[in-house]
């Protein structure tokens, strides 16, 4: 984790870690960035959050508008229509059930449209602070089986199995780091392991071929 650390240092990150600095670490704009991103690429993402949240900056003000122009706002996000109604019907939730704020626990972010454990957990890491958290999305999910830190089937598995494998301190940084380095280097087809700074420590499972 230290090597990947410094690795990563001066490569491209993840959209939702790029808003949660410029935006302050604010929950709802974190909240509303990772329902976005849900199979969508990081420069789409960051593109449509930041048209968006100069429409709207509250769940108050978001819930007002219609779904036909949050689509028009977020549009080309994969699966912007029902992400629009999504956005829509959790700002809603978020005004009427939440006085206007998002949750800071995990069983009452998971309540909300749109929003899953890797959603939940983004948010409680990065807009509330907490340290007791692990996201994981595609990245993870194959980056710490290829390691074989897990051996698991699906990202809900590869979480709780991750809190078994992994020294707590690293938990908030993990999504960091290995989404970043998957990005980049750890690549789903072809990983380039000739430029792996833990090369040495990995055992490439399920890797065929790679690139030097």
Partial sequence: MRA???????LELPAVEKISEEQADDPFRILIATILSARTQDATTHAASTRLFRRARTPRSMAALSVREIERLIYPVSFYRYKARYLKTCCRMLVDRFDGKVPSTLD?????????????????????GSRLNI?????????????GWVATSTPDDTEQALYRATDRRWWPYINLYLVTWGQNVCRPVHPRCGDCVIRAECPRIGVRRSTT
């Fill in 4 to 10: 990947l650390a410094r690795a990563i240092t001066g």
């Fill in 108 to 128: 009452e972010l998971l309540m909300l449209p749109g929003v899953g454990r890797k959603t939940a957990n983004l948010v409680l890491i990065l807009g509330f």
């Fill in 135 to 147: 996201c994981v999305d595609t990245h993870v999910h194959r980056i710490s089986n290829r390691l």
